[in-house]
Structure formats: structure tokens, C-alpha cells
């Protein structure tokens, strides 16, 4: 069931990106991003209402568990968003996948938990592979380019200090669907005050392209990905996850 559920994320969270292009430019990138949020809360309340007896609101560490929400659902997602447009699907998803690295090295740094070496090579191996890919082009690439770089880095750091903050909440016996659903909340509240004060408009569009991905990102990659990875933590340690 652990191959299963990796496997899921893995294939789920490695589309993410060109899911992203898929929708397409019909609504402004933190529109989309809100919407997406909005659906993936709903699932997460529905869930938590069949569960609530079991949850224990006392273990609840507010500002670890918004902080999570806001780093793992809103800000880092923004950055992403913003690097696939300004660079590539292809780059933003290699450059994310250093997560698996830089993930378990803050782990160990803020927890003083010993990470086994393969982790360590295994993520070597993820960030060589982005350097050997941009080596070609790195005399011709564009300001536009280097933008989208930066800010895909600074989404999957900030990515990674969300995780850390999950596995605080983990260990202090959060349930991870009450804490799914503070985050996201906290990630739709922050989205509405950003896209009110940017002036935005929430329109419905048409286009069957932009509902695919939308689907997609919120049901597939935000609710049942993110389930799936909880539970292997669970399963298996933060790390390996």
C-alpha cells in the first residue's frame, strides 16, 4: 500500500506543473490559485465532519498550524505558479524535487534527527540532474528565465520549512486532517484579502481547459496527494516521505 501511495504523489505532484499550463491564462494565476484552495476546503471540512469526534482540539498549535497552511498552501504555491510561467514546467518540477533533500537537511538541523546517507544521495542525485539539464543553456538564458528560477527556489525552501512545521504538528499529536483543514483556511482567507486588495475580479470560465486542471490540482493534487503523503508519514517517517 506504501509503493501505492508513493507512487500516487509522485505521478500526481510531478503533473502538477504542466496541470498548471493546462488551465491557461483565462484567470489571473491567484484567482485560480483560490479556487483551487476553496475546493480542496470543502473536501477537507467533509472529511473532518466524519471524524470530529476523534479530534482533539487541545493539541492544537495555532501559529505552527497556520504557518504550515500558509507556507505549504499559499505562498510556496504562488512562487511555483509564478515560476512555471515565467520559465518552464520542466524546470519548475526538477528544481521542486530538491525538496527531497533539503526537506530531511532542515529536518535533521531543527529536530537533531539522523537522516540515513541514501536520502542524502538520492537527493544529490535529484539536484545534479537539474544542473546537468540547465548546463547547456546557461549562457542563453533570458532575465525572464532566471526570474522564474529564483522564484521556483524560493517556493520549494519555503516548501520545505512548511514541512518542517508539519512534522512539529505531527509530533505534537495534531490530527493532520484538522490540520489540513486550519491551513487551507488560513491559505483561502490570505488569497481573498490578496486578490481583493490587487483588484481582481472572480469570474467562472468557460473553457473546458482551465476546469480540467482545476479538478485536477484541487481533488487530485490537494486533497487526495496530500492525504496520501500524510499517511506515509505516518507510515514511514517524514524523510523517507
Do not use: H
Amino acid at each position: 500500500m506504501n509503493y501505492l501511495m508513493y507512487f500516487f504523489c509522485m505521478l500526481v505532484w510531478g503533473l502538477n506543473f504542466i496541470a498548471v499550463k493546462i488551465q491557461g491564462d483565462s484567470l489571473p494565476l491567484e484567482v485560480a490559485l483560490l479556487y483551487r484552495s476553496i475546493i480542496a476546503l470543502i473536501l477537507f471540512s467533509a472529511l473532518l465532519s466524519f471524524l470530529l469526534k476523534k479530534v482533539d482540539l487541545k493539541s492544537v498549535n495555532w501559529f505552527t498550524v497556520i504557518a504550515f497552511g500558509l507556507c505549504n498552501f499559499t505562498i510556496s504555491y504562488l512562487l511555483l505558479y509564478y515560476g512555471t510561467f515565467y520559465s518552464t514546467a520542466a524546470i519548475v518540477t526538477l528544481i521542486f524535487s530538491m525538496k527531497a533533500i533539503l526537506t530531511p537537511i532542515l529536518i535533521s538541523l531543527i529536530f537533531k534527527k539522523k537522516i540515513p546517507n541514501r536520502i542524502y544521495w538520492g537527493g544529490f542525485i535529484g539536484i545534479l540532474s537539474v544542473f546537468i539539464i540547465l548546463f547547456p543553456d546557461l549562457n542563453n538564458l533570458t532575465s525572464k528565465f532566471i526570474i522564474g528560477v529564483i522564484m521556483t527556489l524560493a517556493g520549494t525552501i519555503i516548501t520545505s520549512i512548511g514541512d518542517v512545521l508539519s512534522l512539529y504538528n505531527s509530533d505534537n499529536n495534531t490530527n493532520p486532517v484538522l490540520a489540513n483543514t486550519i491551513g487551507m483556511s488560513s491559505a483561502v482567507l490570505f488569497l481573498i484579502i490578496y486578490t481583493s486588495f490587487k483588484g481582481y475580479s472572480y469570474a467562472l470560465p468557460s473553457e473546458p481547459n482551465f476546469w480540467f486542471g482545476l479538478l485536477y490540482l484541487s481533488i487530485l493534487a490537494s486533497f487526495f496527494a496530500l492525504l496520501f503523503y500524510l499517511k506515509l508519514i505516518s507510515n514511514i517517517g517524514s524523510s523517507e516521505s
